[in-house]
Each structure stands twice: as structure tokens, then as C-alpha cells.
Nanobody, 121 residues
Framework: QVQLVESGGGPVQPGGSLKLSCVGS???????????MGWYRQTPGSERELIAG?????????HYHHSIKDRFTVPRDGARNTIYLQKNDLKPEDTAVYFC??????????WGRGTQVTVSS
């Protein structure tokens, strides 16, 4: 079994920065052989959207949604099964619940419970 636990959310002013963490635990093999680990976000009434993450295929590529490119990064700490979401220059439209996601086929897709980020003055 795999568990993902997010932390680091909270209120922040526009233009500020925040760093979210997602720590994985459980089946250690999963964290050495995953296909994707990254972040989604969701606002009320909307579907979850992929905003940033790391695909391990083809030597590894990092994906960023166009709305957050150049403002967010996804550093990883493989030794601690952790992926971060470093968020800079935050905007009110970044307000959402942020979810950590892990895919390690053929295992089921895993989700964290989410952490709320509120950008407001």
C-alpha cells in the first residue's frame, strides 16, 4: 500500500511564495519504479487539472501547465520519496486545493488528501 501526504498549504499574499511537500510511504519499490509523480489542483466546481510533475519515461521529463510555467518548479528528493511544489509569484487564481499524484503502472493510481492554498490580500 502507498500513502501520499501533502503539507505546506495555507494563506499567502499575492506575489508571495509557498513550498508544498508530498511525502510518500509504503511500498518502497513503487517509489523507485513510478511512471509519474506530480501535482494537480482543483477549485470548487471544476475538475482536477495537472499543473506540474515528473515523467520518468525517455530519461525523464518535467511537465508544467502553461498557467504556472516559470513560476512553479517541482524539485524531488528520491531518497525521501518526496516531491515538492515550489510556488513563486502567486496569484489569486492559484487559489485551490493541491493534490499529490503517483502513477506506477500496473498498480492503481494514488492520491493524497490535498492541501488548501489561498492567495489573497
Amino acid at each position: 500500500q502507498v500513502q501520499l501526504v501533502e503539507s505546506g498549504g495555507g494563506p499567502v499574499q499575492p506575489g508571495g511564495s509557498l513550498k508544498l511537500s508530498c511525502v510518500g510511504s509504503g511500498n518502497t519499490f513503487t517509489f523507485k519504479a513510478y511512471n509519474f509523480m506530480g501535482w494537480y489542483r482543483q477549485t470548487p466546481g471544476s475538475e482536477r487539472e495537472l499543473i506540474a510533475g515528473f515523467f520518468t519515461a525517455n530519461g525523464g521529463t518535467t511537465h508544467y501547465h502553461h498557467s504556472i510555467k516559470d513560476r512553479f518548479t517541482v524539485p524531488r528528493d528520491g531518497a525521501r520519496n518526496t516531491i515538492y511544489l515550489q510556488k513563486n509569484d502567486l496569484k489569486p487564481e492559484d487559489t485551490a486545493v493541491y493534490f499529490c499524484n503517483l502513477i506506477a503502472a500496473p498498480l492503481p493510481e494514488y492520491w493524497g488528501r490535498g492541501t488548501q492554498v489561498t492567495v489573497s490580500s
